[in-house]
Structure formats: C-alpha cells, structure tokens
C-alpha cells in the first residue's frame, strides 16, 4: 500500500514539477496598440515624451496613423524611439512603407517598437500584398520570437465607420490560410465593434477579441464623466496558440485637464494585451 501510494505521490508530483516547469518556461508578453491621431511632425516633444512615458512598461507597442504625406510621421516615430531610450530599456522600431491608399487621407504608415531584451524580431516585417486593392490601409505584419515561441503581429486601421469597414475587415477571414506556420494576433483599429457579424468567420477559425463591450474612442466632450464613444479597437488572438493572461485599456486622458487637451494626444485610448505562447 505504502509503495503505491508512494509512486503515485511520485507521479502528482513530477506532473506538478514538469507544469511549473513549462509555465515558468513560456515568457510572459506584453503588448500595446494605439492609433495616435495623425502622429507626425505636429506633436511636440513633451506630447512625444508623455506617450513615452504611458507605453514604456509593454514590451511591444503597435501605432495605427503615422503620417504618410511627409517625412514627419517616421521621423516622429524614431522620436518617440529616442524617448523610450531614456525611460530606462533598450527600444528598436520598424516604420511600414505609405499603404497604398489612392490620396493622402487615405494613405499611412504603421510602426513596431519593441524591448529587445524581451522579444527578438524575425526577419523584416511587411505590408499585406494580396489585398492592396481591396483595403486602403492594408496591415503590417511583424514576426517576434520569445523563448524559440514565434507570433505575428498583424497591425491593422480600417477605413471610417461612414466608408463601410467592413468591407475591408470580411478578408481577414483569409489571412489565416494565406499564413498557415504563422501565429497570427490582430491588433489595431478596426472602426468597428467586435460584435459585427464580420469577424464571425475569424472567430469561427477559433480567433476571440480580448473584449467586449469596451469602448475606445475618445467623444469630442464628456458627458457625466463619460468621455468614451465607440468600440472600435481590439485584439484578437488563437485560443489555440495563445494563453491570455490580462488586458484593459489605458485612460490617458485623465492625466489632462481637459478632453480636448487630451485629443493632442489621441481621439482613442491604447488597448493592452498581456498573454503566453502555448
């Protein structure tokens, strides 16, 4: 009796060891994404510094609508990378080439920004080329490693909610197949709610939203404290690949005065997602 109770104790217990084992072997990830209204040579430094200083504790940061017209928009970015080498860690960064909307509204870049220290980047990230006809501000990908666990960043704003987004958003469904070895997460600003019966077919691969109900879009004035308008930012991740751990929004604007000193910043707040690779 004593020797099987023993082996069994044995057994518990190098399945409890080998668990702890493999939870403190995957890597905890932390990332960040935020449209930043036209961010570009029209934010001053201390504007610059005080989005520094809100992202700087994620390992990776994702920002929709870096000015495309002009060489302000990457030149903000590497000076919002200056900024975060001085909050205390190593940052490097990747700005997208313009999208290929056909005029100056519709055309952006996007940018990465990363800790090295905390996730490798693998190869060089790239604009969507299948459907640059069919959506205006096609994504950016970026492929990270952590621990020999690889993930694909796909960094996405949609058209205005009055342009129809989702007749953009209905090809993500294919994204998926177009990239069966990658783990792919969208993140971004999709001017849409995720209740929209549009990304049916992408949760219905096994893909869900980090929320629901959360909305972040800044109002142009507050009512009864509340300041927020719309959802239209979210995350969505495999539940196959991915262990989510935590996620929430950052209220920025609470830090101004006002709801329009805020809006110099951004007319939306960042949305985070902390989570493990299976």
Request: aromatic fraction near 14%.
């Amino acid at each position: 009796m004593f020797k099987i109770i023993s082996q069994g104790l044995i057994v518990l217990f190098a399945f409890a060891y080998s668990n702890a084992f493999a939870n403190q072997a995957a890597p905890t990830i932390k990332i960040l994404s935020w449209n930043l209204l036209d961010f570009g040579k029209t934010k001053s430094d201390s504007e610059i510094d005080f989005i520094a200083q809100t992202v700087k504790d994620y390992d990776i940061v994702l920002i929709q609508e870096v000015v495309a017209k002009d060489p302000g928009g990457a030149q903000a970015v590497g000076r919002l990378g200056e900024a975060l080498n001085k909050k205390g860690s190593k940052w490097e960064y990747r700005i997208s080439n313009p999208t290929s909307g056909d005029n100056s509204y519709k055309k952006e870049r996007y940018a990465f920004l990363w800790k090295p220290s905390k996730v490798s980047l693998v190869g060089r990230p790239w604009l969507e080329q299948q459907y640059t006809i069919e959506m205006d501000r096609e994504p950016f990908y970026a492929t990270f490693e952590a621990n020999d666990k690889r993930f694909t960043l796909v960094n996405f704003h949609a058209i205005t909610q009055s342009m129809q987004p989702e007749t953009e958003v209905k090809y993500f469904k294919f994204l998926p197949g177009a990239y069966p070895s990658l783990n792919l997460i969208f993140c971004g600003d999709f001017n849409l709610p995720q209740s929209h019966t549009v990304f049916n077919p992408i949760k219905a691969m096994g893909y869900k939203p980090i929320f629901t109900n959360q909305k972040t879009s800044l109002r142009q004035s507050c009512i009864a404290n509340d300041c927020l308008a719309s959802e239209f930012d979210n995350i969505f991740y495999n539940i196959a690949k991915v262990l989510p751990i935590s996620s929430g929004v950052v209220h920025f604007y609470k830090s101004f005065s006002s709801i329009q000193e805020a809006r110099k910043i951004s007319d939306h707040i960042p949305v985070f997602f902390v989570f493990q690779l299976k």
